[in-house]
């Protein structure tokens, strides 16, 4: 069936970043650069923590945009390195 059809916005979603995280696995895990960009908003944040579970077996460097705040990453906030607005870990840059 067609996901565009039937799937809601973030099931879709899930099923795109589920897809290219095969693709790391296939690649080699460890040896890639992984860029997501602004997905968070259509998850709740059970589905977050799933998420992030997912892209940190991964092994690989992870970037994410998101508009949420950090409490939403639940567990995963040490794993975290911030940046934020100019800043990054709470020191000012730029």
Do not use: C, H, W
Not at 45 to 66: E, G, H, P
């Amino acid at each position: 069936k067609s996901m565009r059809r039937f799937a809601s916005r973030g099931q879709q979603k899930l099923a795109i970043l589920l897809l290219k995280v095969s693709v790391l696995y296939l690649l080699g895990r460890g040896s890639s650069v992984f860029i997501v960009d602004d997905f968070m908003t259509d998850f709740d944040a059970n589905r977050i923590q799933q998420v992030m579970r997912i892209l940190k077996a991964t092994q690989s460097q992870v970037f994410i945009t998101s508009p949420l705040q950090m409490s939403i990453f639940g567990d995963f906030v040490e794993d975290i390195q911030f940046v934020e607005l100019g800043s990054v870990g709470g020191r000012a840059i730029g």
